[in-house]
C-alpha cells in the first residue's frame, strides 16, 4: 500500500507576506542595534593601534578629498547660476553670497561630505567585510582569539567619524569658491557686495552646526556600512547586495 504523501502548504496570502516582512525587519533593526552596541563596547574598552588606523584613515579620508572637493566645486557653481536669476529680478542680485554661502555651510556641505563617503567608502567598507564574512576570513579571525568588531569595525568607525568634519569643511570651502567665482566673474555680481552680504548672514554658529550635524553622518554611515557587511551571506551576490543596501540605508539615514 503507498504511503500517503503529506498535503503542500498552502499558497501565502499578501498578508502573511508582509508580516514576514515586517518581522524581518524588526529582527534586523535589533540586531544592528546590538551590533552598535558591541562597538561603542570596544571603542571604549581598547583603542586601536596606529598600525591599524592609519591605513583606515588614509582610504576613507586623504582618497576622498578629491572627490568631494570636485564635487563641492560644482554644486557651489550650480546654486550661483540657479539663483542668480531669480534675486536679479527682485533687484538683489548683490546679496547672493549670502544665501550660496548659507545653503553651503550648514546644509548642503554636510550632507554632500556624507553623500560622497556612503557612495565611495560605505559601499567599498560594505564590500570588503561581506568578502571576508562570505570567505570565513572573520570566523578566522575569531578563532584566533581577536575580536572581529574591534580589529575591523572599531577602527573604520573612527576613521569616518574623525574625518568626515574635515571632508565637510573641504566641500564647505571648495563650494563658496565654486560659488564666489561663478557669481563675481561670470555673472557680474559685485565682489564686495557678494562677501560683505556673506559676512553678515554666515556666521561661526552656522559652520559649527554644519560640522557638528557630520559627526553623525559619519557615525550613522560606519556602522551601517560595517553592519551590512559583517552579516553578508549568499556568496558574490550577498556581498553585491551588502554593498548596495550600505549605500542606500547611509543615504536614508543622511
Not at 223 to 235: E, P, Q, T, V
Amino acid at each position: 500500500m503507498a504511503e500517503a504523501t503529506a498535503p503542500p502548504p498552502p499558497p501565502q496570502t499578501p498578508v502573511h507576506r508582509l508580516g514576514e516582512q515586517v518581522f524581518d525587519a524588526i529582527a534586523d533593526i535589533g540586531d544592528a542595534a546590538e551590533f552598535t552596541a558591541r562597538t561603542f563596547a570596544w571603542l571604549l574598552r581598547k583603542r586601536p593601534r596606529w598600525g591599524v588606523l592609519v591605513p583606515n584613515f588614509y582610504t576613507i579620508g586623504v582618497s576622498s578629498v578629491p572627490v568631494v572637493a570636485i564635487t563641492g566645486t560644482f554644486i557651489g557653481m550650480v546654486l550661483a547660476v540657479q539663483a542668480h536669476s531669480q534675486f536679479a529680478q527682485m533687484g538683489m542680485a548683490t546679496r547672493l553670497g549670502s544665501v550660496i554661502n548659507i545653503s553651503l555651510v550648514k546644509e548642503l556641505g554636510p550632507v554632500l561630505a556624507a553623500t560622497m563617503l556612503a557612495g565611495r567608502v560605505g559601499s567599498s567598507m560594505a564590500a570588503e567585510l561581506g568578502t571576508m564574512r562570505v570567505t570565513e576570513q572573520i570566523d578566522a579571525l575569531a578563532v584566533l582569539g581577536t575580536n572581529p568588531i574591534y580589529y575591523l569595525v572599531v577602527p573604520r568607525f573612527l576613521a569616518c567619524f574623525l574625518l568626515i568634519p574635515l571632508l565637510t569643511l573641504m566641500a564647505d570651502f571648495m563650494g563658496v569658491i565654486g560659488g564666489a567665482v561663478v557669481s563675481t566673474q561670470i555673472l557680474g555680481v559685485d565682489a564686495y557686495y557678494y562677501w560683505y552680504y556673506s559676512r553678515q548672514f554666515v556666521g561661526e554658529l552656522d559652520l559649527l552646526a554644519g560640522v557638528f550635524k557630520s559627526y553623525f553622518f559619519g557615525a550613522a554611515i560606519a556602522l551601517i556600512s560595517c553592519h551590512r557587511g559583517f552579516h553578508s551571506k549568499g556568496g558574490a551576490e550577498g556581498v553585491g547586495r551588502a554593498a548596495t543596501e550600505a549605500f542606500v540605508y547611509s543615504f536614508i539615514a543622511i
